[in-house]
């Protein structure tokens, strides 16, 4: 795997302004993301991860620090990096159906119509869902509804794939089978992958590396690598030092 950083986070720090004043969220969050990675960020509830992830799509602008894709500084909306938010079934339209909401977003003139929707279909055919194109997301249960998002997420073939808490809303056994998608992808498809997860087994099962945010405002306070004997039990220790909760 190249160590080259398709993604790199300097100095980030996030500040809202409440009704009560200034709210630090996050505090100096240095981060790269190298590329072929699949990074997993972990920390307390209300740490900052989800905002974290907002920034490095280009969705938030830090209060301080810069991001980096690629070298290049991101200041807006990334059409390099996807984002498959929590609450994935609200992002999906019910009055298009499943294919319709894979190609939701792209700019496709009338020459390139035809190649976009090849592609959406392969996607959904790699996802086991070639039977589900012409459906309406209300027709599928959520396991599929989360097929649909991720095939959206790709058919872009992003840089870099965000992922937060992607499998929180299914029951165990669709988890599983969409784990080993999600390994399957990394596998085949050319980008990094950051997964913010509370499933430990899911940390390590999936991941190469952990970054585990701690402290309040939120900085990293952990970096390891699941590669190395890592185990649930000392992920938790580690967790818990840093004053985050699993």
Request: with cysteine; glycine share 10%; proline share 4%.
């Amino acid at each position: 795997m190249s160590q080259r950083a398709s993604l790199s986070l300097g100095s980030v720090g996030m500040v809202f302004q409440g009704s009560d004043g200034p709210n630090a969220v996050l505090d100096h969050v240095d981060l790269d993301v190298a590329e072929g990675d699949f990074l997993a960020i972990v920390g307390r509830s209300g740490c900052g991860k989800t905002t974290l992830l907002r920034i490095m799509a280009g969705l938030q602008r830090p209060t301080s620090g810069r991001v980096l894709l690629e070298g290049c500084p991101v200041t807006g909306p990334e059409p390099r990096v996807g984002l498959v938010f929590q609450h994935y079934a609200a992002t999906l339209l019910p009055w298009k159906r499943a294919l319709d909401n894979v190609l939701f977003g792209l700019s496709m003139r009338r020459a390139d119509r035809g190649a976009w929707r090849e592609r959406g279909l392969a996607l959904m055919a790699r996802m086991g869902l070639e039977e589900c194109a012409e459906r309406y997301p209300w027709e599928l249960s959520g396991g599929m509804q989360q097929r649909i998002v991720l095939a959206r997420a790709l058919i872009r073939a992003p840089r870099v794939l965000l992922l937060d808490e992607p499998f929180a809303s299914v029951d165990e056994t669709t988890r599983a089978g969409l784990q080993e998608l999600l390994r399957g992808l990394h596998r085949t498809e050319a980008c990094s992958i950051v997964l913010v997860t509370h499933n430990l087994e899911e940390v390590i099962h999936l991941s190469r590396r952990v970054v585990i945010l701690g402290g309040r405002p939120a900085r990293v306070e952990r970096a390891l690598d699941t590669a190395r004997g890592l185990t649930r039990e000392t992920l938790r220790s580690h967790l818990s030092v840093a004053g985050g909760a699993a």
